[in-house]
């Protein structure tokens, strides 16, 4: 079975774009691969973070990925700080990558300027971080949004350049992976701002639906996101990134194929469709925070999850190092 790697950061709650972009296809196509998904701790410290909130927000993560329909047959979920080999495979990328690829990167140049004069060496290099988070586990293929391919295509780099300078042609150091990137859901949009991605970083809170909000909270934002005053409701009208993005929503929460969603919604007001779309995103969310109540119900439960997720994960991620750090010269520790 080919292997998948991909991880979210515990900042906070997750949000629509974190569940259609990236956890929902994880867990859809799960079964075909050998699949870790890790909470990637290590990342949510780049920006300022809130030393008492961590821990329980990476548990937070870790019982979400579980609701959101994990299956511990085919997957294992494990903590990014749990395993050293992360940073050690880190500094040891960081040798060989040029600070001119890290300054390129989207991310960061977007994170710098809301950083200002406090911009950290860790988001300058968070780009390697993952890099190691995925060549550890020798994974075919990482399963993001769309914001996040730059960052596959660095690492995908930094194979190149590792292979190229320790490896041959017949022993290659390390595997290369590729990006899986599905068109449906690869860029959610803020409610508030349609050409503008939903994000964690967002101060309002009504640019986005956390997967842990209440009946209430989600017919609240619903109602109250920017819409535009033209009749009818269509998908693909680069002047209506807002009418685009909820018709979205509504496909890929109610399971509808977009041509049914099309035919249905053409002629729908507003405030018709904005009734419709709280339904099905109440309805899409509720096993989801059923899921999830009974997992933090039982922490030992969690918690034996995360120690065996470490054991399966820190073994290969050990292997792999010590390949890397043999084929770059290093000495065997004694
Ligand atoms: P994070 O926590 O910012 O995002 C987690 C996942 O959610 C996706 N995503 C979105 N998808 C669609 N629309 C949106 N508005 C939206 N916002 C976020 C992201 O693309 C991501 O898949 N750097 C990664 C975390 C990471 C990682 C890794 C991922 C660290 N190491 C190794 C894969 C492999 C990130 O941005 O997380």
Not at 42 to 51: D, E, F, G, K, R
Not at 107 to 120: D, I, Y
Not at 154 to 179: C, H
Not at 230 to 235: P, R, T, V
Request: with cysteine.
């Amino acid at each position: 079975k080919k292997r998948v790697l991909s991880g979210v950061q515990p900042t906070g709650n997750l949000h629509l774009g974190n569940y259609l972009g990236a956890i929902r296809n994880w867990v859809e196509a799960q079964s075909q691969y050998e699949n870790f998904f890790c909470v990637v701790d290590l990342h949510a410290i780049t920006v300022p973070h809130n030393p008492a909130t961590l821990a329980t927000d990476t548990y937070t993560i870790a019982a979400l990925y579980l609701a959101c329909g994990v299956d511990l047959n085919d997957s294992t979920i494990f903590v990014q700080s749990h395993i050293p080999a992360h940073c050690e495979l880190t500094w040891l990328f960081n040798c060989v990558t040029p600070i001119n690829w890290l300054e390129r990167m989207i991310q960061f140049k977007e994170k710098a300027v809301k950083q200002g004069e406090n911009v950290s060496t860790g988001l300058l290099d968070y780009p390697v971080l993952m890099a190691a988070d995925i060549l550890l586990y020798d994974a075919d293929l990482v399963p993001v949004g769309e914001d996040q391919k730059q960052h596959i295509e660095l690492t995908r780099d930094i194979v190149i350049r590792i292979n190229d300078q320790y490896g041959s042609k017949k022993k290659p150091v390390l595997k290369l992976p590729e990006p899986l990137i599905r068109k449906e859901g690869a860029r959610v949009m803020s409610l508030t701002d349609g050409t503008k991605k939903m994000s964690k970083s967002d101060p309002s809170e009504m640019s986005r639906i956390n997967l842990l909000d209440s009946p209430e909270e989600i017919q609240k934002k619903i109602k109250r996101c920017k819409t535009d005053p033209i009749k009818g409701l269509e998908f693909d009208n680069p002047e209506r990134p807002e009418c685009h993005n909820l018709l979205t929503l509504y496909t890929l929460l109610s399971g509808k194929t977009q041509e049914a969603v099309a035919a249905e919604c053409q002629d729908m007001g507003w405030g018709q469709f904005k009734t419709v779309l709280s339904e099905a995103t109440i309805e899409a969310l509720k096993p989801i925070q059923q899921n999830y109540q009974a997992v933090m119900e039982d922490k030992g439960y969690l918690e034996s999850v995360l120690r065996q997720g470490r054991e399966k994960a820190e073994a290969i991620a050990l292997s792999t190092l010590s390949r890397v750090k043999a084929a770059m010269g290093y000495s065997t520790p004694l």
